[in-house]
């Protein structure tokens, strides 16, 4: 186990908690636009500390990004250990050669 499967496992346990008692529980029942929305957020969060922002800033929001992250996968029932599978089926592989596998131009 890693800390990310820790906490996908502290999100999934705090889906049905109170609302009123959990950040978790409160994104989860907003649904997937909600969590996809904060997901977002946070990743423009992130992105300003890494264009302008301290080591210690951007790894704050860094670990707020995973979290989101993990909590919008948990919106969409997509399980940390599919995604780690996907990106497991990448390794050793081009990224532009990946991407024109997807058949993707973005």
Known sequence: MTILH???ATIEARRGADP??????RLLAGGPA???GKF???AVEAVVAATGGSAAELTAEAADVLYHLLV????RDVALDDV???LARREG???IDE???RGRTF
């Open 99 to 101: 991407k024109a596998g």
């Open 20 to 25: 009123d008692a959990s950040w978790t529980a």
């Open 6 to 8: 820790d906490l996908a």
């Open 93 to 95: 592989r081009s990224g």
């Open 40 to 42: 977002g957020e946070e």
């Open 72 to 75: 919008m996968l948990a919106a």
């Open 84 to 86: 780690l599978a996907e």
């Open 34 to 36: 909600k969590c996809a």
